[in-house]
Structure formats: C-alpha cells, structure tokens
C-alpha cells in the first residue's frame, strides 16, 4: 500500500516539476520575444529611447519618433509577430498530427495552396480584404483535403500523405509562378512576397484578421491539444488511449490551414518559419508537454529577428523571408540527417 | 511495376518493341513539325518549307528561323532530362528519382547563379561547367541525406531530402539574385525553366556536353541492368558496384547539369519518360535508356507547344507546363506503392 502512494507521489511530483519546467519556459519564451518587440521599436536607422517609445505607444504625438515608430516600426513589429505565432502554431501542428518534423505545411504545399489563392486573387481577381482571406483559407483547405483524399488508400498513411503533398506542391508552385508572368507588371517587390514572404509596408489594420484567425483557429489547435500530444506516441497508440484520430485530424487540419492561410495571405508564405519552429520547441522543450504554445513564440521570434536582420544586419535590405529561407537552410539539412538516423518524428 | 511481359515465355516483347519504337519516332517527328508551325502565329506549309531553307522574308518565316533553334533546344533538353532521370531511377532503385524532384536542377542553378554574383562569370560556356558541379554536388548531398539511417535511401527520404533541399536552393538563389539588379531581372529564369530563349549558340555550346553525358549514360546501360537484380547479386556477377553507380551517376548529372544550364530547371520529364517507357519498353536498360530520351524529348516538345498554345498570344515556360504534366503522374506513382515500400 504505501509503496503505491510512493509510487503515486513520485509520479504526481515528477509531473509537477515537469509542469512547472515547462511553464519556466513558455514564460521565458515569452519575455525574449517581449523584449525583442521592444528591441525593434527602439532600434531602427536611428536609436529611440524607450521612453519616446512608450509614449508613442500610448497615442502621443511625438515630432521626429511618432512616424518611425508609430507609422513604420510598430506595425511591422505587430505583424510579424501575429504571423510567426501563426504559422509555428500551425506548422508544428502539422508536424505532430503526421509525426514527421518534414512534413510541415511550407513543404507539403498547404502554405503554397494559400499564397497560390492569395495570388489568383490579387492579379486575376483584383480581391482585398475578407474576400481575399476567405479565398486563401477556402483553397488552403481544399489543397490539405485534396491531399487527404489523393492519400487515402484504405487509411491515410504519413508517408504517402507527404510524397502526395511534394507533388501537390511542385504543381501549385508552379502555378504560382504562371500568375505572377501574368501580372501586369513584373513587381519584383510584391513577387518576392509571393515568393518566399515578406512584412514589407505592413499595416496595423492587417492585425485585425490575423489576431481573429488566431483565437477562432489557433484556439481550435490549442483545445486539442491533449489529442495531438497522444499522436506524437502514434496513432495505434493514440486511438488506444481513447482519441478519436478521424477527428482530431480533421480539427487539427481547419485550424492550423485556417491561421497558415490568414498569414499567408497578409505577408505570403514566409519561407521555413512553420517548419523550423516545431523542431526548436522541441530541442527546449523535450519530452515533456505541448509544443505548441513553445513553437508559437518561437515562430513570432524567428519572423521578428529575420525582418530586422534582414533591414539592419545583412549587407543589403532583403525581406524576411529570404532572410529566414537561407539561414533556414543549414538548420533544415541538419533536421534531415537526424530525423533520418533516428527514423523519430519531431 | 517491374513486370515484363515475356513472363510467360513468349516473345511478346520484341514485337511490342518494334511497333511502338517507330511509332514514338513518328511521333516526334510530327511534334518537331508541329512546334515549328504552331504558336502564336500558325504558319503555312510554303512559309515552313522556305523558313526551314533559311528564307526569313516574310513574318512566318523569320518565326519559322526562331522556332527551329527552340524546338531542337527542347527535343536536346528534353532528351537529357529523360535519360538522366531513367538513369536516377536506375542507379538509386527508386521510382520517385528525377533531377528535378531531387533538387539537382535546383541546384545547378544556384551553382550558376552563385557564378554569375560573386565571380563575375558571365560566359555561357563556363555556367555549363557551373551547372554541371553545381548538379554533381547536390546529387552527392541529396543522396547522402537521404540515405542516412535505416533502410538506406527509401523513395519518401530521397523525395523529402530533395524536396526541402529544392526549397533551401531556391531560397539562397533568391537571396543572392535580390540585391543585385542587375541580374535580376533574371530571376524568373532561375525559378522557372524555359526553352523560349533558344539561339544556335547556345546550342552549339551545349551539344558536346550532352553527347559526351549521353555516351557515358549508354555504356552503362549493361551495369544499370546489373545493379537492377541488386548490390549483392551484381557483386557477385563480377560488376564493381561502385563504379558502375559512380560512372552511370555521371552521365546522368552531365545530361540534367548541361540542361539546366540552357534552360533552367524544369522538372518531372525525367521522372515521367522512364515509367511509360517501362511500360512499353520493358526494364532492359538497353532498350529503356535511348527510348527515354527520345520520349523525353517528345514530352517537352509537347509541352512547350501546350505551353504555346494555351496562353495565347503570350506563352506558358515550359517548366510550368511539365509540372502541369508530370506532379499528377507523381501522385498516380506513389499511390501505386504499397506504404512499406515508400
């Protein structure tokens, strides 16, 4: 008897400390990506104090700082923040409801779904505004169902899913580049977008959406949060603990298309970040509780720091984007190597 | 998949052989014909006939001058690409492999890319060796990240592996042209591939690559055969397995390399010419590869005169059409695996 309530207690304090561990960091997380929002208003092509900043913030009027900061750095700051907590939470999402770190939306061609939508729309269609979103989450959706359904051969399996998604996406890309030969003119600006992301000229009133797509979609993920932390053990293992896996995918699929979608049609589909964020919420966070608050900080984290390097560090203005898609790739080939020698997801 | 048809005894092969060869040759001839005649403009025999002598009087025939470079550009590229890609599927045993879909056009255009940005080379020669490493070196790396771990290079790891090493290539392509305006007005070329750019020049100074990849591609059609019943079985036949993989990988990167190089990347002809021509061919190499080549450069002829066609009076790169074409065909293939194989 006693050896039991040992037992229990030994249990019942392991997982405490874990929670407690893990709160240490999503709250850690938290405070970096805080201080780095703060960071990129002060710092620009000239330095404002934090004071100057702050009461700005708060609706001053401030000569020489209010449009610096007001007008370009805070939007930018607000957007990159909403999109890079969209697109982690979703890519790791992606990532742990197939368990394979690869699989992430950018690389399956969901990502590419939304921006081809985004494009159609813009060039042929002339859309802005909610039409816009709603054509970029309707095609995000039908592009993650198409290649559900394309997979489906008696049972979905990971792996065909994303080889069928590698196809998908070389088509969709290719389509992407036909709309944008097709555009009136060639703007290399508003292409890079399209192309690989950017936050460049973003406005506040962008933030609206974006912040929606986040409680409506984001919370959608975040409730099934327990289910998708069952699949991560795999989906034999998952059903036996009592998920229903049918539907956990397909919640898992419209709330992370949904923010993937949003974000893609505001900034395009900036390159790597719902990939890589999972995988370095992993590295901190280990075995123990939810990545996806975690990969969602990380992925605002990586968006903000990618824009400023990209306007203040780098030899050269590039969009973010670019920026994250190069810096990205070593970590990506890593990624391969190991996933590959440990045959593991995430 | 590997089935043929001769598994009953009978000599059904050979006879299939000898309709369908001279039946895909005509067909290539009348697609030549039809990507000098049909475009933007369609033009009339007398106008094709006096064109094809060298007359450039009149507006078809000056058409006919710049579609004959452009449809001997495609059949070459389109030939390269097919045999490269029956020799990836060859030499890695594995029904996804195709230059693009591994990245190494990709990768040949970053190699050109890089060339052109931080080492002044603006000869077109030289981007052909560029392209050519560029392609050796992202072959080399694909595979070998692809091969990493249990089960060696399985159809979804080289496809994964070649996929996200594709979009890395293409990022740093992006990231290198972006700044520099004056190359990048060509950034288009290096994400799409496309034939519309043709000149006998630029064929002049491609065609020895290709014919000198095409004559290591078929002497190792005998070793592909061999390596097709597996290392150990090979070994054991007295083939040196690793030549026979390092020599056929060659000609296969000196075909896509020297492709890409002209073209730009374009991708799936040389994953969809190797599968119809098992279809019809049969799984000996000897027969496989030059009948891939002469599909592919069938294929992306067709392709350049959809391409042509369907965005009149602009036109479709060639790049867009095959993906068009080939990504479908892709799904069709992996649909057709069982799960413990991919």
Redesign the interface.
């Known amino acids: 008897m006693t050896e039991t309530v040992t037992t229990l207690s030994a249990l019942i304090r392991g997982r405490r400390s874990r929670a407690t561990r893990w709160r240490g960091i999503v709250t850690g997380l938290l405070a970096v990506l805080l201080a780095g929002i703060a960071l990129t208003l002060m710092l620009g092509q000239s330095f404002t104090p934090p004071d100057v900043v702050a009461r700005v913030l708060m609706g001053e009027q401030v000569p020489g700082a209010a449009f610096a900061v007001g007008q370009l750095r805070l939007p930018r700051a607000v957007v990159s923040v909403l999109a890079g907590l969209s697109f982690g939470l979703g890519g790791v999402a992606f990532q742990i409801m197939l368990r394979n770190p690869l699989a992430s939306p950018d690389i399956i061609g969901v990502s590419a779904g939304s921006s081809a939508a985004a494009i159609f729309g813009i060039v042929f269609l002339s859309l802005d505004g909610a039409s816009l979103f709603g054509l970029s989450i309707a095609s995000g959706l039908a592009v993650a169902l198409l290649i559900y359904g394309l997979s489906f051969k008696g049972g979905v399996a990971g792996s065909r899913l994303i080889l069928v998604g590698i196809g998908i996406s070389a088509m969709i890309n290719s389509f992407i580049a036909y709309s944008l030969a097709r555009a009136p003119s060639w703007d290399l600006q508003e292409a890079m977008r399209w192309l690989s992301g950017s936050v460049n000229g973003a406005r506040l009133e962008q933030a609206g959406p974006m912040i929606l797509s986040l409680i409506v979609f984001g919370g959608l993920v975040l409730t099934r949060s327990r289910a998708l932390e069952a699949l991560r053990m795999g989906e034999d293992m998952a059903a036996a603990l009592g998920v229903s896996v049918g539907a956990t995918r397909l919640s898992v699929m419209i709330g992370a298309v949904g923010m993937i979608a949003v974000a893609t049609a505001t900034t395009g589909p900036i390159a790597f970040v719902a990939f890589l964020s999972g995988p370095i919420a992993a590295r901190i966070v280990g075995p123990n509780g939810s990545l996806l608050m975690p990969a969602a900080l990380i992925g605002a984290g990586l968006v903000l720091l990618g824009d400023y390097a990209g306007q203040f560090l780098l030899p050269g203005r590039y969009p973010v984007g670019v920026v994250t898609g190069a810096l990205g790739a070593p970590f990506l080939i890593y990624l391969i190597i190991r996933a590959n020698r440990t045959g593991s997801a995430l | 998949m590997m089935a043929t048809a001769d598994r009953t005894g009978r000599p059904v092969r050979g006879s299939w052989r000898m309709t369908a060869l001279p039946a895909m040759i005509a067909a290539t001839v009348v697609l030549c014909l039809s990507s000098v005649a049909v475009g933007t403009r369609t033009i009339g025999l007398a106008d094709l006939l006096a064109g094809m002598q060298g007359a450039t009087d009149s507006i078809g025939q000056a058409a006919v001058a710049a579609r004959v470079p452009r449809t001997l550009l495609a059949a070459l590229a389109g030939s390269a690409l097919g045999l490269s890609g029956a020799i990836m599927q060859g030499v890695t045993r594995n029904p996804?492999a195709d230059p693009?879909?591994l990245g190494i056009n990709n990768g040949a255009a970053l190699a050109v890319v890089i060339g052109i940005a931080w080492f002044q080379i603006g000869t077109a020669s030289t981007y052909i060796w560029l392209a050519i490493l560029g392609a050796g070196l992202t072959a080399v790396f694909v595979y070998a990240?692809?091969s990493?771990?249990?089960g060696g290079a399985t159809?979804?790891?080289l496809?994964?592996?070649g996929?996200?090493?594709s979009?890395?290539?293409s990022?740093?392509t992006?990231?290198i042209v972006?700044?520099r305006n004056d190359i990048?007005g060509g950034?288009?070329s290096w994400?799409?591939g496309g034939v519309g750019g043709a000149t006998w020049d630029r064929i002049e100074l491609v065609l020895p690559v290709l014919l000198i990849g095409a004559a290591i591609a078929m002497m190792s059609a005998r070793k592909l055969n061999l390596l097709a019943l597996g290392d150990d079985l090979a070994a054991g036949l007295g083939e040196k397995v690793a030549f026979a993989r390092g020599m056929a990988s060659l000609g296969a990167i000196m075909l896509c390399g020297a492709a890409t190089a002209i073209c730009g990347p374009i991708?799936?002809v040389g994953l969809v010419v190797p599968h119809l021509c098992r279809l019809l061919f049969g799984v000996d190499h000897r027969w496989l590869l030059p009948c891939s080549a002469l599909a592919g450069a069938a294929l992306l002829i067709l392709s350049d005169v959809i391409g042509r066609l369907i965005?009149r009076p602009?036109e479709?790169?060639v790049?867009?059409v095959t993906?068009?074409v080939?990504?479908?065909f892709?799904?069709w293939i992996?649909?057709r695996?069982r799960?413990r194989d991919?």
Request: net charge positive; no cysteine; proline share 6%.
């Open positions: 996804l693009g879909i990240i692809g990493v771990g249990r159809p979804l790891k496809a994964l592996a996929a996200a090493t979009v890395a290539f990022s740093l992006l990231a972006l700044p990048a950034v288009r994400q799409i991708g799936f965005a602009s479709l790169d790049g867009i993906a068009f080939g990504a479908p892709f799904i992996v649909r695996q799960v991919l």
